[in-house]
């Protein structure tokens, strides 16, 4: 049986006990399946969060165990409402199953487009924060190639 050269997990008895304990260089995947399976049996979350977690789940970056999707991205596959999503969210984050966390995006923002803070803080005032009605006012926006 082949077995996590890290962690040293190879068998299922073995597996169940040691992926609570299991640090982020772990690289077997029994941690993060072990995670999934806690959370499926979890009976107080709604089932749009037992649907939502599975689709963090996938997209979990391999390093770091992060994923960023946006919520239109989670409501587009799983063909969810945008409340729906943020309510899900919400429930897994009260049940500490996931933990939330901004990713800069002024900063990328600024950087991006090359403008300062303060403009980009004028033109969020003036459009609200979509990033497209933003861009657009700033003369920023670029459109994709047609396919």
Known sequence: MLACKLCGVGERARMALQAAALGPECTCGARLAWWLCLVA?????????HRVVVVLWQLQNADRGCAWPSLAY???????H????????NALGRRSWISKAQRGGVQYWMKKWGISRSQLEVAVRQVGP???AVARLLGKLTLAPAR
């Open 41 to 49: 049996r979890d009976d107080k979350l709604p089932g749009a969060a």
């Open 74 to 80: 989670i409501g587009e596959q799983l063909k969810m």
């Open 82 to 89: 945008r409340s729906t999503v943020i309510r899900s969210l």
């Open 130 to 132: 979509d990033a497209r």
